[in-house]
């Protein structure tokens, strides 16, 4: 079931250099984790913005929720999520 | 080069559905053409709108501006385009 | 699987009160269909405005936009749809 | 009576991760009193963000507004409060 | 149980002049029987706008509902609706 | 002369318990001051946030600023002003 | 009493030529004898729009509305207006 | 003196052909005029919107307005005017 | 050349007083200045907020942008400039 | 491939000022580094604003989000960028 995401990153700049480093890297880490388990199927950086477009596959909003909510960066993310449904001029095979 | 492009469309309730169906046949036709030239790369469904989410796969602004502009249903559409770039923490292989 | 979905009906007042009236009989005859399945789980008047406020529960994205797509007055509507997750402070058995 | 309630939570990140923890356990308790008491019939989390929609059941807005506004988190709450009626499409026993 | 009601009136320019003051009379007339009856408490004028601002006193929000959905300008009618709780520092006799 | 003003409170959730209880002591006193000089005639709480919905009867704007202006919590208030006439369908006495 | 009134002109692209003329004739004629009153004492156009800024001085909220109400192009304006009060930096003659 | 000037163009889908390729047509011969008389400095089309992103070199506000206000398309254009100034990191020969 | 301008002011409460009266002492000094050099026309405040609307007639954007950007309140201050030109209704000697 | 870019600048007022301005200076020489390589093809201040408008000329989405965001600024940026394309009625030399 796919859901597109638009994640919009407030990062203070104030923020201690090393936290935001940290906070980074772990985000990556786990954003590489669930794209390799095929959940974070698309990660497209908004040209421009410190902000992401993503589509994600999931079971159900609950996976959804607890994927997005334990994300590092997630206490500084403001997130858009739109359900997304097969389009009828889709090509079958798409 | 990626551009993330939101649709929303709207046609008139009282269009003649005669009109309105050759249009969505048109706008169909054109679309699935586009997607197989690799050009619109993916579509989805707004689940509960009559709008779409759109990945355009094109060369320049031009390109792109002359394909939305000449889809059958652009005289309805309200259009919303981001420029995509490559996301740090995309898989390479992504 | 919860979806929230706010709907605000936008009948133009100059609309044939006959065509007017059959939409709604209609309306009211589908959603009750659907409430009898479960799938349009609640049902709410937004007080002193021309919408409601609805939970529905589906299996699949497609099956939300089928439902909303086939309202009799789907071409007059404004949908907002909010995908509902578990909230852990809910009650179990809620 | 009924009320739709919107609740998005505004924690700031750097808040004392104690406060935080014992704000989230406290609130986390009287919302499930309130449920107890059929005060708050529904509470569902919104997939993707630290925000709720719940239905309010009070005799009162005194009676809301007492209930909303001694909640622990409400310092930190941006609420959306929308007055709802029974609909005229509605199942008699819903 | 008080009720803000914010109501801005969206008359085509171009609708039947007959129409339109027949509208406007049993408007008036309706709102004078429930200004007599105690529910229309306030009734104001936006200065510069075709619009008014109300302060309904009713006992359910289906009351409120009936109320404000027949009215003869409701088609034509963009309506805010805010409840309004008894305020700490408002005097007692107030 | 009637005014319509809308105030929403922003106090810092951080800010000293006891210059936040001082300044909400000092409202309340003022606003009792105002009410039992006629001037702030109406004085709601919108039932689930810290705001409320007033109406001034003043002879100025100069008068109103002064008022709005001087009040201890105005460096946390976020103010609408509307201007509100008499309204052709209230009733003579009202 | 001084009123700052911005008013943008909605007139349809596909109104009567004759009567969009004939408005607009009595439209300047009204406001030129406004502003020899003393009433509408500046009087803007908003470069690039069919729109102005206005100042207006009048005794009351009810003349004000009758002013606005009672233009020719009251029905295809849309106005907004803030009241305004004598600046605390403002020159003493100004 | 420059300011950028963005149009969005809002011709209903419904205008007869003849007359949109008219003011079309005349949109474009004056919109040549212009950029050679060196007033219309910079003209760009948003990509996937009727709509474009200009630059207009003009002596006074009046000179702007008119300009802009004799334009073929005007009673269909949406316009936001912004005044440029010379920005302190632009290369002095820029 | 007009132009109106819109000043809000956002001085943090917490703001040191001693620092925020010397910026208003100096800011009401730059400003009278500015209206005695018949550059600063009009200045009123906005009845309720903590904002002015003003008028400012100069030869340039870069001079209006030099002295909006050197006003004391500058950092604090969320700005709006909006062209004017003559108004065709405008009687002569305005 | 040109992109219309607005970017404003919201520096805290109590940052450090040697800091504030060290981050100048570095976004002064980028940015004119920027414009003698041809990439920064316009730079324009907002009148009235810590904001300016930008045209920018670059090969890829990649280059253009790395140039922004390694501005030294960027983490006090609101960027909206504006994809732009040939408009049919530019000057062929434009």
Chains 1, 2, 3, 4, 5, 6, 7, 8, 9, 10 share one sequence.
């Not at 994300?71 to 359900?83: A, C, H, Q, R, S």
Request: aromatic share 8%; charged share 25%.
């Amino acid at each position: 079931m796919l859901f597109h995401v638009a994640m919009r990153v407030n990062l203070p700049p104030d923020l201690d250099p090393q936290i935001a480093d940290e906070l980074k890297r772990a985000e990556k880490q786990r954003a590489q984790e669930l794209q390799r388990a095929g959940t974070w199927r698309h990660l497209w950086r908004v040209a421009g913005r410190y902000a992401n477009i993503s589509i994600f596959d999931v079971d159900s909003h609950e996976e959804l929720h607890d994927i997005l909510s334990s994300l590092p960066l997630f206490p500084y993310l403001d997130i858009e999520v739109t359900p997304l449904a097969r389009h009828p001029s889709a090509l079958p095979e798409s």
